[in-house]
């Protein structure tokens, strides 16, 4: 019986140095499983045993690049550079991409996908709530039973009620943020001056030295522990722009749990909510 692709990925990780050679001769590129493809391929190879199609351009660059993003493996090489030295590449970096790949696909599996129309339901705070349209609302609204009421016509789309939902969420959190920051701020002997909102894909936060903070508004999503503990993050980079033990010792200072907080953070993904 053919295994899946991803649980063969897993396996290899799991044990890098294969399973004990068989008296069996080796797999032609065809034979093996697909490990992992592109819709746009044009090439193929077979790294760590694994058939792999991927995306090959030829780019104006000083390397060869590789990348492995959720379309699968992209590889970019100058004109001068011959296939044969992208395959060796290719074969150098072979356990590094279907890591990728294997932690791409994982992740994936924990998107959640909205359906924008009366009923659904999104996390909000660490716990659902369920849309609502009530074309008689004067605004949106979350009432007690957790229905988010938007003023919204019973007819509106998907791209109306995303709009509206979102609109919303975002000026919670920006007022939620701008509470856990005043409130944490005194505690740690700084000061912030501008909050941002961002829609980055890959960072909950940032800060300069300026005291200019940026907290991704998707971060609404979570547990108040979760907001707390980038809020916290954030403000002691004020304190020491690095991750040195200094830093960590200012964070532990008013979140001595913090390194449960940041496992918990770590197991989410900003890709979550699509």
């Given at each position: ?81 011959t296939l ?34 009366d009923g ?103 547990k108040s ?50």
């Open positions: 019986m053919m295994r899946n692709p991803l649980q063969l990925v897993l396996d290899f990780l799991s044990h890098p140095t294969g399973p004990a050679p068989e008296a069996k001769p080796a797999p032609s590129a065809h034979d093996v499983a697909l490990a992992l493809g592109h819709p746009r391929a044009n090439r193929e190879t077979v790294l760590e045993g694994m058939r792999v199609a991927y995306l090959f351009q030829r780019v104006r660059r000083r390397s060869i690049g590789f990348v492995v993003g959720p379309d699968g493996l992209e590889v970019r090489a100058p004109k001068w550079v044969k030295e992208v395959e060796m590449g290719l074969q150098e970096r072979g356990e590094w991409v279907l890591r990728k790949w294997a932690e791409i696909q994982e992740r994936q599996k924990n998107i959640r996908q909205i359906e924008w129309r659904a339901s999104l996390d909000y705070l660490g716990a659902p709530i369920h849309l609502r349209l009530s074309p008689s609302q004067g605004h949106s609204e979350l009432n007690m039973q957790r229905e988010l009421k938007l003023a919204l016509p019973l007819n509106a789309d998907a791209s109306q009620i995303r709009d509206a939902v979102q609109a919303w969420l975002m000026r919670e959190a920006r007022a939620l943020f701008e509470m856990r920051l005043h409130h944490f701020a005194p505690l740690m002997g700084v000061q912030w001056r501008k909050l941002s909102l961002s829609n980055a894909g890959s960072r909950w936060g940032s800060a300069r030295i300026d005291g200019a903070i940026r907290l991704n508004w998707r971060l609404i999503h979570l522990e979760a907001i707390d503990y980038v809020v916290v993050h954030e403000l002691a980079h004020l304190r020491e722009m690095n991750h040195s033990p200094a830093f960590w010792k200012v964070v532990a200072e008013v979140l001595p749990d913090h390194s449960e907080r940041r496992k918990e953070l770590q197991r989410e993904n900003l890709a979550n909510w699509a």
